[in-house]
């Protein structure tokens, strides 16, 4: 009898379930390595273009060669020894080497593994939702980009646009097959998610004098709306804000942190979207429900 991978997978939830631990574990690695490198990487564009533009020479020259996913192969950032195949075994190698360099001892951050056991996690739960299907391979993509656009905004600040318009388009593609939403709500709810945040942030900018958010921002609301549908983002919006300005006011109260001071607001959007895409329809339904109930 043969069987198709798709096949085994709703047979045996046990293997199902397995191959989503490992996939998650995997695509983990490698979002640290997308987490560590894409700043690198823009740091390195911005240098280059700004020497160019300002027709200077260049005589601090940051990075000897080119930085991409690939090259260089993964280092300690101390040593820069090369890290061995075996050493780069998601969470495994991390309890093996007692989270040190092998060669110079440095301590290799928590960060690492945590990444990849939430990765894991995230698609495991989306396994047990969506089962062996389309919809589970795009929302695993969705999923990924979601987790280093966070980690890469509390890190630097910045939402790249390297990923933000990569996951735009191809959310808009991904709704030609109707997999989340139809395609005319894609493109609504890319646009008006833009737009409506575009327009907060500019007549808040105009009263208060002060930064509201940055652009990216607007990015991932548009890209939330091209995977979802714009009728996932007032429950986004309201959910991501809540979440801001419960955290917000902790840190004033337990850290003493600023009411001024700056704080991403995408690791808040993105966990919202994120919600909105497992379980967005069921809290519509469930709204819409309590709503005719009150009335
Ligand atoms: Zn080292």
Same mark, same amino acid.
């Given at each position: 009898?043969?069987?198709?991978?798709?096949?085994?997978?709703?047979?045996?939830? *046990?293997?199902?379930? $397995?191959? @989503?631990?490992?996939?998650?574990?995997?695509?983990? $690695?490698?979002?640290? *390595?997308?987490? %560590?490198?894409?700043?690198?990487?823009?740091?390195?564009?911005?240098?280059?273009?700004?020497?160019?533009?300002?027709?200077?020479?260049?005589?601090?020259?940051?990075?000897?060669?080119?930085?991409?996913?690939?090259?260089?192969?993964?280092?300690?950032?101390?040593?820069?020894?090369?890290?061995?195949?075996?050493?780069?075994?998601?969470?495994?190698?991390?309890?093996?080497?007692?989270?040190? =360099?092998?060669? @110079?001892?440095?301590?290799? $951050?928590?960060?690492?593994?945590? &990444?990849?056991? /939430?990765?894991?996690?995230?698609?495991?739960?989306?396994?047990?939702?969506?089962?062996? $299907?389309?919809?589970?391979?795009?929302?695993?993509?969705?999923?990924?980009?979601?987790?280093?656009?966070?980690?890469?905004?509390?890190?630097?600040?910045?939402?790249?646009?390297?990923?933000?318009?990569?996951?735009?388009?191809?959310?808009?593609?991904?709704?030609?097959?109707?997999?989340?939403?139809? *395609?005319?709500?894609?493109?609504?709810?890319?646009?008006?998610?833009?737009?409506?945040? #575009?327009?907060?942030?500019?007549?808040?900018?105009?009263?208060?004098?002060?930064?509201?958010?940055?652009?990216?921002?607007?990015?991932?609301?548009? =890209?939330?709306?091209?995977?979802?549908?714009?009728?996932?983002?007032?429950?986004?919006?309201?959910?991501?804000?809540?979440?801001?300005?419960? &955290?917000?006011?902790?840190?004033?109260?337990?850290?003493?942190?600023?009411?001024?001071?700056?704080?991403?607001?995408?690791?808040?959007?993105?966990?919202?979207? #994120?919600? /909105?895409?497992?379980?967005?329809?069921?809290?519509?339904?469930? %709204?819409?429900? #309590?709503?005719?109930?009150? #009335?």
């Amino acid at each position: 009898m043969d069987l198709s991978v798709k096949e085994i997978f709703e047979i045996s939830p *046990v293997i199902f379930t $397995s191959a @989503c631990i490992v996939v998650g574990l995997v695509i983990g $690695s490698f979002l640290n *390595v997308v987490i %560590y490198r894409v700043p690198l990487f823009l740091d390195n564009l911005y240098h280059t273009e700004c020497i160019n533009f300002l027709k200077i020479e260049d005589t601090n020259i940051k990075f000897e060669e080119p930085i991409n996913l690939i090259r260089p192969r993964s280092h300690c950032p101390k040593c820069k020894i090369k890290i061995k195949w075996y050493h780069n075994i998601p969470v495994l190698s991390y309890l093996w080497l007692k989270a040190k =360099c092998n060669s @110079c001892k440095n301590k290799i $951050s928590i960060q690492y593994p945590l &990444i990849e056991i /939430s990765t894991a996690c995230f698609f495991t739960i989306q396994g047990l939702y969506f089962g062996p $299907s389309f919809e589970l391979f795009a929302s695993c993509i969705l999923t990924s980009a979601l987790i280093a656009l966070s980690m890469i905004d509390i890190e630097h600040k910045i939402l790249p646009d390297q990923i933000t318009l990569t996951i735009l388009w191809l959310g808009l593609n991904i709704n030609v097959f109707q997999t989340f939403t139809t *395609v005319e709500e894609a493109i609504l709810g890319a646009t008006l998610g833009y737009t409506s945040l #575009w327009m907060f942030a500019s007549i808040y900018e105009k009263i208060t004098g002060k930064f509201a958010m940055g652009h990216g921002d607007f990015k991932l609301l548009a =890209c939330a709306g091209a995977w979802l549908g714009w009728q996932q983002l007032l429950f986004i919006v309201l959910l991501s804000s809540l979440v801001a300005s419960i &955290i917000g006011l902790t840190l004033i109260l337990v850290k003493n942190n600023n009411r001024n001071s700056e704080l991403p607001f995408g690791p808040y959007l993105s966990i919202a979207i #994120w919600l /909105s895409l497992i379980w967005g329809d069921d809290i519509m339904i469930a %709204y819409y429900a #309590w709503i005719n109930l009150g #009335w």
